[in-house]
C-alpha cells in the first residue's frame, strides 16, 4: 500500500507527519517556491506550501485551527496572543531564518510552544563575507584597485603598500556569537593574531577557542581589523562611540555585519572623513542611509545592503536546516537548534 506525501517512516512504524501552516511575506515565499526550497518539507509534514500567511487575522480560521507547526521565515506576522487563540493546537514553530524576534513574542513562551531557529545556518555566509572582509581589509584590495584604475598601468605597489598584508596582523572579534565563534574558526589556519571581547566568556572558554580574551578598549586600541558580531540590545546600543571609535589605530578597519545600532553613525563618518580610518558596513544605522550621507561615496568604505547573511542560493540551506527540524518534531526528538526564551536577551 502506497504511503501518502508528508508521511514519515520511521523504521517499522510509519509516524503522523504533523499539519504545518507557512508563514511569511510574499516575496520570501515567491523565491523559495521557484526554488523548489518546499519540496522535502511536503515529505515530513502535512502541508500546502502554495499557501502562506501574511496576516492571522486574515487567514483561514479552519487552517490555522488545524495548525501544529508554523513553518515561519521573513515577514512572518506577529504571534501576539490573539493570533495564538487563533491556533489551539500549535505545538511548535520553526523558523527558516535567522532572528526570531521580529514575530515571537512572551506569549509563546506562555503556551509553552516550542521555537528552533535556523540562524546557526545563517550564521555560516554571514562568517564567510566577514573573513573575505578581513583579508581584503589588511592587503588594501579597494585601495590597490581604485589606485590601479586611476593609474591606468601597474602601479608602484610595494613601496606604496608596504605596512600592509595579513601575516600576524591582529584581528580584533566582538562577541562569541555564532558568527562570531565561527569567524574564529575560519581564521585559525591562516597566521593572524585573533582577539576577542565577550563580556559572557570566561578564560578557559576563549582559550578552547585558540583566542585572548581582552576588554573591549583594549581590543579596540590593539587590531588591525576589528570586526562587530554582538548582538543589538539596550546595552550594546551605540558601544561603538565617539570615545571608542577614536581608540581606534591609524589605518585600522571596523567590519560591521551585526546591528547598526551598535555603531554610533555620525562619529563614524567623522573618523572616516579624516580618513585615518577604514569601514566594511554592511548594516548602518538607519538601515537606509539618507541620499546625501558620505558613506556611499567615501573611497574608505565599503558599504553593501545587508548582503553578508543568506541570499540566492544561500535561503535554501537555511530552509533544510528548518526542514530538518520539522523531522525531528514529527519524530518526537527535541530541536537541534531549539531557541528559549534565555537566550534572546543575548542574541541579535
Known sequence: MPVPEGTLL?????VPSPRTVLAMGSEIHGSLLAEAAFDRLRHVASVDTSLHVRDFTRADP??????????THWG?????EEALRRMPRLRAVVHAAGSIKHHVTESVWKRGIAVSSAAAANALPVAEFTLAAILFANKRVLDTARAYAQAREQPALL???SGYGNYHRTVGIVGASRIGRRVVELLRPLDLDVLLYDPYLDRNDARALGVDLVG????VRRSHVVSIHAPELPETRHMFDARRLALLQDGATLINTARGSLVDTDALIERLVSGRVHAVLDVTEPDVLPAASPLYTLPNVLLTPHIAGSL????????HWAVDEVRRYAQGLPFTYGVGPDELTRSA
Not at 10 to 14: E, L, T
Not at 62 to 71: R, S
Request: hydrophobic share 50%.
Open 10 to 14: 520511521n523504521g517499522p512504524h510509519v
Open 62 to 71: 479552519a487552517v490555522l485551527a488545524d495548525a501544529e507547526v508554523l513553518f
Open 76 to 80: 512572518a506576522p506577529l504571534l501576539t
Open 159 to 161: 613601496p606604496y603598500f
Open 216 to 219: 573591549l578598549d583594549e581590543l
Open 312 to 319: 540566492g542560493n544561500e535561503l535554501g540551506r537555511m530552509t
